[in-house]
């Protein structure tokens, strides 16, 4: 599966048939009458969207292990060329930030101070 980071996303996106194969079948809805809770509208280049946010039980990005992290069950098109987005709820639940610096032309990841 290809990612990308993108700490501008809120949360971090997962296709809805994936979602729904890794056993999150509230990604599958597609009521138009009944709202869920846990039914996210978004608002992007492309318009307004929406997708079923799901906790997922445990992510895991080379040696960092999480759990309970918020994705969207989310279509993304497919001429994005990625497979899911790695997003703030990521960034958020890990403690890690993204430093750039433009003088080295660098960006770098570290784990937040207490974490």
Sequence with gaps: MRAILDPASDYCVVPKPDAFRLGYLEAAHDDPITMPPNLVTMSS???YSQGMLVKMKQV???GIELKDVDFLAFDLPQSV???AILGRSFF???GMKLEL???KRELKMTRQKGN
């Design 81 to 83: 060329c990625y497979d």
């Design 92 to 94: 958020n639940k890990s």
């Design 45 to 47: 280049s492309a318009g």
């Design 60 to 62: 895991s990005v080379g």
């Design 101 to 103: 610096n433009y003088a």
